[in-house]
Structures are given as structure tokens and as C-alpha cells.
């Protein structure tokens, strides 16, 4: 049972498993969060981040040069800066948003439990 992961490993086939289940991941909670999930922009920078470092391990994995693995880290570094760029702006928006006046059932005059 060693040989078989000591071979993925040197090949660089287990960043490949996991970059598939990356991938599943992002269609299932594209798929999920179609109506009420977090928004897809920031999703998908976020798991792009996530790849290109899987990415720069398998090219460090397999002997690949500095370079291919400074690219993809710094491939990793632009896919997080959007993602917190794209955080960011809806916190400011939703920050800027206000609050509804008047009274509501969501108010805590009525949700409020004694």
C-alpha cells in the first residue's frame, strides 16, 4: 500500500486527485448556492487561490523548475487578493446600506422570546 502513495506523490498524481475534488467541490456549491450561498466571484477567487497553490506543490513535487513554482504562488497570491477585493466591496456596500425605518415583524420589539 506504501508504493502506490509513494508513486503519487513523486508523480505529482495526488495534487491531481485533489484539484478533481477541488473541482467537484466548486460545481457542487455553485449548484447549491444558486439562490442563497455566498456569491460565485468570490467562491471561485477563493478556490483559485486554493488551486494555484496545489498547482505550485505539484510542480515542486515533480522537479519543476523555481520559476513554475514562484508563477503559480504568485498565480495563488492574485486569485486571493481578488477574493479579498471582492470581499471587501460587499462589506462596504452592505455596510452602507441602511436600515429599514419603522417597525417590522423582524424587529426585536417582535422577535424577542420571554
Known sequence: MEA?????????RI?????LLVAC????LAWIGRRRGPPLPSLLANLASGAALMLALRAALVGAGWVAVAGWLLAGLIAHLADL??????ATAQRRSRAPTGTTPQTAAFTRVT
Open 25 to 28: 467541490e466548486a460545481l457542487a
Open 85 to 90: 477585493g471582492l470581499r471587501f466591496r460587499a
Open 15 to 19: 495534487v491531481d486527485g485533489i484539484l
Open 4 to 12: 502506490p502513495i509513494a508513486a503519487a506523490f513523486a508523480s505529482g
